[in-house]
Nanobody
């Protein structure tokens, strides 16, 4: 069964950090573009970032540039989203997704381009 599982969410104070993990089951993440999306209450799902396959191209939403980074551990079949300098506006459910698409700077990250989705992990930034 193809599956993506997110973990690492939680409650953190403004200015703090969290590292989210996206682990694949039945699917090799290094052969797919992995995207991260988030959805806050009452808002539409928005793209956060993506990580390409070979070469490791990345793209980040303007709202998280300079604060979020991506990495991949192929041995663990896991992609990480490191989130630093968190703000209350970052509060949302975060989803990872896998797709046979392209990730690169200035290339829009669209949910429709991703076929496989995790169930999400809650991130709450509050004092």
């Amino acid at each position: 069964q193809l599956q993506l599982v997110e973990s690492g969410g939680g409650l953190v104070q403004p200015g703090g950090s969290l590292r989210l993990s996206c682990t694949g089951s039945g699917v090799l993440l290094d052969r797919h573009v992995v995207g991260w999306f988030r959805q806050a209450p009452g808002k539409e799902r928005e793209a956060v970032s993506c990580l390409g396959t070979s070469g490791g191209r990345t793209n980040f939403a303007d709202s998280v540039k300079g604060r979020f980074t991506l990495s991949r551990d192929n041995a663990k079949n896991t992609v990480y989203l490191q989130m630093d300098m968190l703000k209350p506006d970052d509060t949302a459910i975060y989803y990872c997704a896998g797709g046979s698409t392209f990730c690169g700077a200035s290339v829009p990250i669209r949910p429709i381009q991703y076929e496989l989705w995790g169930k999400g992990t809650q991130v709450t930034v509050s004092s």
